[in-house]
């Protein structure tokens, strides 16, 4: 198999753990090619040469403008909050979702297809008018085994879980 050396000197392993000082010293730009049953071990570098060869790295780390970009442009603005209704609000005769409610209800994890029927949502308005306090506390989150719960109707159910 073939291979690429990258020094014009070359040098057998034995050799090279004979004398391996005398054969950095001989060597040209302070680089051995080191074989091993003829193909490509290792190379062996001088202690100049390879401070040389971490100079010419960092230089070409280093970005050829000495314009400086804002480390502000590269970063994503954080995502707006979402404004969530939270337990129970004012409800009143007449009550309509607004443009943003399809959507909210999506985040929410209730998937509208259409908006709301007239009575949908006269039947959603009378049940959020009807419920206490407790109740909407009791079906947000565990409650005491001597709360009723409410059962619920089916136009209610498809929008009680967002609230």
């Known amino acids: 198999m073939s291979s690429r050396i990258l020094t014009a000197s070359v040098i ?3 050799a090279f753990n004979d004398d391996p000082d005398g054969v ?3 060597a040209e730009n302070g680089t051995v090619a080191v074989f091993a049953n003829n193909a490509p071990a290792f190379y062996a ?3 100049a040469r390879l401070a ?3 100079d010419l790295e960092a230089k070409l780390a280093r970005p050829g403008s000495d314009v400086a970009l804002d480390g502000a442009l590269f970063n994503d603005p954080a995502p707006a909050p979402v404004a969530v209704p939270l337990g129970k609000f004012a409800m009143y005769d007449g009550w309509q ?3 943003e409610f399809q959507r909210m209800a999506a ?3 209730i998937a509208l297809t259409a908006p709301a029927t007239p009575e949908e949502l006269a039947s959603f308005v009378a049940y959020w008018q009807s419920v206490s306090p407790r109740a909407v506390a009791a079906e947000a989150g565990p409650q005491p085994a001597n709360w009723p719960r409410r059962q619920q109707r089916p136009a ?3 929008y009680e879980r967002h609230f």
């Open 12 to 14: 057998g392993v034995d």
């Open 24 to 26: 950095l010293k001989k």
């Open 45 to 47: 570098i001088t202690p």
């Open 52 to 54: 040389q060869l971490l």
């Open 97 to 99: 979702p607004d443009a």
């Open 107 to 109: 985040l929410w994890g």
């Open 156 to 158: 209610e159910a498809r």
